[in-house]
């Protein structure tokens, strides 16, 4: 065969492996954080082939009506968090802000916080971590003081 022929029939195969996946959510398993809180991994460590990296994770968080996620920080990892529905609060270090559709918040490595959804409603937002979350990095703490448990 000549290598021009070679190459035109690769070419299928080059752009199958060269496509980014497109991903859908609901159709990622859901892991539970914690009681009412669960999320889907898109991008990161764990997540679906061709979607899989060490430099960036992107997870979908659901927070039941009244429930947080765990009090944590990361050693190294800059999180940002990008609210899509629902109101609640996030607390960073004793802090507490009022937070809602469009809001978005970046929360520095060792920086202690939680996020936590309005009584009665939901709240869904994507947490973007990097370089991309992994379970040595992350730290759970006890709330500070002053700080809802």
């Known amino acids: 065969m000549k290598p021009l022929a070679l190459l035109f029939a690769a070419l299928p195969v080059l752009a199958s492996a060269q496509t980014p996946p497109v991903i859908d ?13 669960t999320l889907r991994e898109l991008s990161g460590r764990t997540a679906p ?18 429930k947080a996620s765990p009090w944590s920080h990361n050693k190294e990892g ?3 968090f990008f609210v899509l529905s629902g109101t609640g609060e996030i607390w960073t270090d004793g802090h507490v802000q009022t937070i809602g559709p469009g809001s978005y918040i970046v929360i ?3 920086t202690v916080r939680s996020i936590r959804a309005s009584k009665g409603v ?3 937002f994507y947490a973007i971590t990097s370089p991309a979350w992994s379970k040595d990095d992350d730290v759970l703490v006890t709330a500070p003081a002053g700080a809802p448990k």
């Open 122 to 124: 939901p709240l869904d």
């Open 108 to 110: 520095q490595p060792s």
């Open 25 to 37: 959510p609901a159709s990622l398993p859901v892991i539970t954080a914690a009681p009412g809180v």
């Open 49 to 66: 082939a061709g979607a899989r990296s060490d430099k960036v994770s992107v997870a979908l968080f659901h927070l039941e009506p009244g």
């Open 78 to 80: 800059e999180e940002s």
